[in-house]
C-alpha cells in the first residue's frame, strides 16, 4: 500500500441537514471525550469553522448540492419468451441483464433448433436497484453452442429508466425489439416488468455479508449481498470514533457527498450509505476486476495502447469532477479499479476537495508521495492542475513499469520531482507520449497541459489520443485491451488473500461518543427520495507496496516476456469452469467465462454492455 498524507481540511466537507438515523447517544459532556480526538471536533463546537463561513456542527452539507436525479426504487423482470431469433443450429440461448453496474446472467435455454428459433425462460425472474433516473436497462441475448464451445450475439435493446417509472406497482408487459449489430433484426422478447419505489430506510442488517476485500486505518470493505434484490455490492464501513480521532470528519463527510452527486460510467456510484451508533457504511459498485495496481504489478509495464485506454478513461473522470468544481486529489493505480469488462472506475474519494473553482486554489498538504505536484511539496496554494500531474506520473508508471522520479526515501523523491530532469526511454515511449508527458508534468501549474480555459479539451486534442473516439468510449463501445478472467461475481481472485481469508463477521464496538460528536455526522445517512412523493397518490501510513524489479536499467522486458496478464484467446460470455450452489437461483449473479484474458492491440468498436462492478476502496 503506498503512503497516503493527509491533514485536516482547512475548508472542504459538507453535509445536509437530513434527519439523523442512528440510535440515541448519551448526554455526556463532550470535553471528556475532546482528548485524543484531534483538532477538527473542536473547531466545529468552539464555531471556528463558522466563523470562517464553512461550517456547522449541524449543518455540514450546506456546500453541497443534492443529487436531483436520485431514486430509491426496484424493478423486477421476469423473462417470458424469446422469437425469430436469428440461429441456423441447434444451441442454447441465455440473456444477459443490465441495470447501471448491476449485470445479471439467465439460466441457459437448451434445445433452441434453427426451426423453431424460440427461446422460453418459464420461472425467470430478477430483481434490480434503481437508484439514478437517468440510468438505463439493458438485455441482451447470446447463442451458445456447446459442441462449437462458441457464443454469439444475437439481439439488444436498451430502455431508459424513466420510461419505466410508474407512481404506483403495477406489472407492465413488454414486447422488447431486439437490434443485431447493424441496427436491424426481427428478434423479440416478451416480459413482465414492475417499478416499484422504495420507502424503507436501509440497516445493516438488509445485506449478506460475503468477503473482506480491503481494510483501512478507519474500517473496512467488504463484498455484501441485498437481501431483497440478490445484487452484489461493496459495502465500506467506518469505524466513528476512528475517523473523529485521526480528525477526518471533513474528508468522510466531503467522500460521501461528492459520491452522492456523480454519476459516471468511469467513476464509482454511491448506491446507499447509512449509520448506526458506532459505524457509517457506504454501500458502493462492485468492481470485481481488482485493482489497476494488482495488474500492473504483474508484468514490467502495459503497452501504450493499454495505457491510452486507461488514460482516456481517466481524463474523462477527472473532466467530469472538475466540472463539478472537485479536486480528486489521490490519483493512482491503488484508486483504479478494473470492472467485469475491463472498464476502469475511479474509487475512494477520502481526499476530495469541494467547491474549487477554475481559478481557485486551496492549499492542504495531502496525497500520495510519488504522485505531489511540485506545488503541493512546497506549500503553495494549488487548483485542479494537480491531478493533471497525477495523470501525467500515472502515464509514465503505465508505460515504463516505475513513476518518473520515485525513491523509497521520500525525502530524495520530493528532491526529484523538485528538480530532476524527465527521462525517457525511447524502447517504452513514443515521441507522441513524451510530448504528452512533458505536458503534463511541466512543473509550472499555469503552463501544465490541462490547466487553460479549455481544461480538458486540451488533453483530448493530443496527438497521443488522436486514435481515441472520445464518444464511443464514454459510451463503453471500445473493446477493453484487457478483461478479467472470473469463474463468476463471487470470484475474488484480485483481491489479496490477506482480506479475503479474514472473517466476515462484523464487529462489534461499544460507542462511547456523546450527542455532540454523533451530530458532527447528522445527514450522513442517505437512501435516494422517493418517487412517490412526487405524485398527489399515497499522517502516513505504510509505504508504496512493492513490486518485482524490471529486469535491467533500461526497462526492457526479459526475452520472450509480454506485458500482457495473460496472451490466450478470451471468450466473453461462454459457459464453462465450476460455479458456487447460489447459480443456480434465479437471482444469482453469474457471468463464466472458459478462456482467459487477452490484451487487444487495438480499439475494435463492440455492442455496449453495462457490468457489476466493484469498489473495494481502501481509505488510509
Known sequence: MRSKLSQVHKGGGGDDDEEHNS?????????????????TLE?????????????????FGSLIKPHAKALNAQLY???SVAKDLPVTQDCGVYCLLSLGRQQVRTVTCKGVSGLGR???WPNEGIFFDVTHEDSNFTVSLWAEYLTQATTAFLGETTIPIAQLMSPTPKPVDKELKLKNKAGGGNASLSCNMTYTTMKTKLVPDDFHYLTVLGRGNFGKVM???KKDTGRIYAMKILNKETVIQNDAVQHTIAERNVLRRVHHPFIVSLKFSFQTEDKLYLVLDYLCGGELFTHLSNVDHFSEWRTKFYAAQIILALGHLHELEVIYRDLKPENLMLDLDGYVCLTDFGLVKE????????????GSPE???????????????VDWWALGTFIYEMLSGWPPYFDENHKIMNRRILNEQLNF??????REAMSLLRGLLDRDPDRRLGSGPMGTQDIKKHPFFADIDWEKLYNREIEPPFKPHLRNIFDTKFFSEEFTGESVKESYVESHLSKTCQDAFRGFSWVAPSEMDKYPVAGVAKRRRSRPPLSNSTGELPAGASDREDSSEWSPFSSGGSTPSAAASPLADVRISQGKEKEVSSPTPIVSHLSASLSATRHV
Do not use: N
Open 355 to 366: 467547491g474549487v473553482a477554475w481559478d481557485e486554489k486551496t492549499s492542504t498538504y495531502c
Open 371 to 385: 504522485y505531489l505536484a511540485p506545488e503541493i511539496i512546497m506549500g503553495k496554494p494549488y487548483g485542479k492542475a
Open 77 to 79: 423482470v421476469k423473462l
Open 43 to 59: 473547531r466545529v463546537e468552539s464555531g471556528e469553522l463558522a466563523e470562517q463561513g464553512e461550517v456547522t456542527l449541524g449543518s
Open 425 to 430: 526511454d525511447p524502447k517504452l515511449f513514443s
Open 223 to 225: 463484498q455484501v449481498k
Open 23 to 39: 440510535s440515541d447517544s448519551d448526554d455526556s459532556d463532550p470535553s471528556e471525550l475532546l482528548e485524543g480526538y484531534g483538532r
Open 118 to 120: 424460440t427461446a422460453r
